[in-house]
């Protein structure tokens, strides 16, 4: 006994990182979002969706989405599986229980038949000196928070996938309507040009190509419409709905915090569920070298039986004789040491790997933040720049108009004022939805739709 605590003694010596849990490495996160970067500690990610997202028919979809959304509801079993898992690694540390009764009868050369019966409760105990059971538990720990982050990850996805989707149906209903008016001032001026040519004041050259901008123009009204509908389908697909039209608000009543503050580059370690993940995974990969380097080290068992037993040959003695052992074990590996310290070489591999994929997530999630954030600062400027741009074609149109009444120009100026009034609209709807668009993204990228309140 004296040479086994000897072993155990020099064996803790030697494998002191077994019994280290993990702590995060070094990693630089000054200049993450670039010239995005913040002081302040709140950011957009800290809003629940349904302060981010405040109308109500975007507000029904995506709590439809949440509820039937069926990879979300994968992910929420994946999230059962990794806490049975969890449970099953801290049951280990218990000693198993097995109850084993035996009966036989037998016979020698038509003698009188013995009959005998051995009814033991066997156990078995796994002394955990090396931390081979604590390190699993950790792994299994880490396993059940990363598949929780998983599935804050999809959830997240899914709720910026159908704001998305919904802000496009809006964009594409506003492009459709002032497209269509659009389509009637050009055939209007079709009209004016084929009374011109009539007058002698134009040719069939000149009606041609109205009719042919006229023409692409209520050609792309159907690329609108189908656009639509792939955009109906696919935000039926997030909602686990077969196709259907989608009750929607207008793209101009809708409003968006104008706070774009993204707070300090270290707190998205807590925000991000993909950057949590990836810890997570860097995490198990940790315990699964220090339960590698486990394997190098003894092990030590316990076991032990008790029960009843009768061995009287001709009849069977109720309750016949009390047995019991108890047994210490202890295995060290010899021949089959190289191919654990084989193991331990491939986990630290693995750990490595797990570590550099932890850092480029890190500087993935800085350039998604830094890209939808210039997304949405352009947007804003292009917004004050198209603004006073439609101001100025408005003030066209209404000199053009007040011309033709003086007879110093004709109806079909005043028709091409409008015409130019329109497209500035429709790049104003589009900018409209870039900025949308860039917020929402940002929004996804600082972790947001995580539901703190349950967190706490």
């Known amino acids: 006994m004296k040479k086994i605590l000897i072993i155990c003694a020099a064996a803790a010596l030697t494998g002191c990182g077994i019994y280290k849990p993990y702590t995060r490495p070094e990693v630089t996160t000054a200049g993450l979002y670039g010239s995005a970067e913040t002081a302040d500690t709140t950011t ?68 009188p038949t013995a009959k005998t019966y051995s009814i033991p409760v066997t156990a078995s105990w796994q002394i955990d000196i090396f931390n081979g059971l604590t390190n699993a538990k950790r792994k299994a720990k880490a396993l059940y928070a990363q598949s929780k982050e998983y599935e804050q990850a999809v959830k997240t996805q899914l709720i910026s996938g159908v704001a998305n989707l919904y802000y496009t149906l809006l964009m594409l209903d506003s492009q459709y309507e002032v497209t269509e008016e659009t389509a009637a001032k050009w055939r209007q001026s079709v009209e004016a040009m084929r009374a011109l040519k009539e007058a002698g004041y134009a040719n069939e050259a000149g009606v041609a190509q109205y009719e042919a901008n006229t023409l692409a123009i209520e ?20 909602l686990g709905e077969v196709p259907h039209t989608i009750a929607r608000g207008r ?37 699964a070298t220090a339960s590698a380097r486990s394997a190098l080290y003894p092990s030590i068992t316990l076991s032990g039986t008790v029960g009843w037993t009768n061995n009287s040959g001709a009849g069977i003695v109720n309750p016949g004789k009390l047995i019991w052992n108890a047994a ?72 053009t108009e007040l011309l033709m009444q003086h007879g110093s120009t004709t109806y079909l100026e005043v028709l091409t004022a409008q015409q130019s009034l329109l497209s500035a609209q429709l790049s104003q709807i589009a900018d409209r939805f870039d900025e949308i668009q860039g917020t929402v993204n940002l929004y996804q990228a600082l972790g947001g739709g995580r539901d703190i309140t349950e967190e706490k």
């Open 44 to 111: 957009l990610g800290d809003i629940r969706w349904q302060e981010m997202f405040t109308d109500p028919q975007l507000q029904a979809l995506i709590a439809l989405a949440l509820e039937n959304n069926t990879d979300l509801l994968s992910a929420g079993w994946r999230v059962k599986e990794a806490e049975a898992t969890l449970k099953s690694a801290r049951l280990a540390y218990l000693p198993s229980f097995n109850f084993a009764p035996q009966g036989s009868l037998s016979s020698f050369d038509g003698g």
């Open 219 to 238: 050609a792309s009204l159907h690329d609108l419409g189908y656009q639509r509908t792939q955009a109906e389908n696919s935000l039926c697909s997030l």
């Open 251 to 287: 793209l101009e009543n809708q409003q968006l915090p104008d706070d774009l503050t993204v707070g300090v580059p270290l707190l998205m370690l807590s925000n991000r569920p993909d950057v949590r993940s990836a810890e997570y995974s860097l995490m198990q990969s940790y315990y």
């Open 328 to 399: 210490g074990s202890l295995l060290q590996p010899i021949f089959n040491a190289n191919a654990n310290r084989a193991r331990v070489k491939i986990a630290k591999a693995q750990q490595e790997e797990s570590k550099l994929s932890f850092q480029q997530t890190l500087l993935n999630a800085g350039a998604e933040v830094n890209n939808a954030l210039t997304q949405c600062q352009s947007a804003r400027a292009k917004a004050d720049l198209r603004e006073r741009q439609i101001e100025a074609l408005e003030r066209a149109v209404e000199s």
